[in-house]
Antibody, heavy 118, light 108 residues
């Protein structure tokens, strides 16, 4: 079964750090670009970051640029999001998503909740 | 950056109705558009990509059309399981930070 499973969410104070992980299974992880997308409580979807299959190309939303770092380990079939200098407005469910060859996000994880609060 | 505007933001309809949701892009994006369905507490699900290509496993009552700046998602005959929130997303360029604001489809 093709699957993505996120982990690493939790409660963190403003200014703190958190590292999210996304474990992939059921497909050749190294062949696909991956993304992080988040959704604040009661709000819409917000794309966060993209990484190509070989990690050669990376993009960030302006809202997280300079604070978040996306990475992947193809040997471990894993995607990561290092989040530093967290703000209240980073509170959201964070999803990892596989990008298909037509650039759509065809497989999503179940999400992991990040709460930034003092 | 490309902006996407969905209309309506809220739609009330009955089982069996035909409904259409529109997504307008602030600049031309050819056919680089996807549609997603999201139910409360669940991850989004890809319905349509490349504006009109049905994702595998998605019922044929869903269809997409359009190119350039105007796109539509049509559900030909609403089923109870279709009541959800729908989002469009542009696939034309990065930063890929453009989802529409969402259309909430509720039972009348």
């Amino acid at each position: 079964e093709v699957q993505l499973v996120e982990s690493g969410g939790g409660l963190v104070q403003p200014g703190g750090s958190l590292r999210l992980s996304c474990a992939a299974s059921g497909f050749t992880f190294s062949s696909y670009s991956m993304n992080w997308v988040r959704q604040a409580p009661g709000k819409g979807l917000e794309w966060v970051s993209y990484i190509s299959s070989s990690s050669s190309t990376i993009y960030y939303a302006d809202s997280v640029k300079g604070r978040f770092t996306i990475s992947r380990d193809n040997a471990k079939n894993s995607l990561y999001l290092q989040m530093n200098s967290l703000r209240d407005e980073d509170t959201a469910v964070y999803y990892c998503a596989r990008e298909n060859y037509d650039n759509a996000f065809d497989i999503w994880g179940q999400g992991t909740m990040v709460t930034v609060s003092s | 950056d490309i902006q996407l505007t969905q209309s309506p933001s809220f739609l009330s309809a009955s089982v069996g109705d035909r409904v259409t949701i529109t997504c307008r892009a602030s600049q031309g994006i050819s056919s680089y558009l996807a549609w997603y369905q999201q139910k409360p507490g669940k991850a989004p699900k890809l319905l349509i990509y490349a504006a009109s290509t049905l994702q595998s496993g998605v019922p044929s009552r869903f269809s997409g059309s359009g190119s350039g700046t105007e796109f539509t998602l049509t559900i030909s005959s609403l089923q109870p399981e279709d009541f959800a929130t729908y989002y469009c997303q542009q696939l034309n360029s990065y930063p890929r930070d453009t989802f529409g604001q969402g259309t909430r489809l509720e039972i009348k």
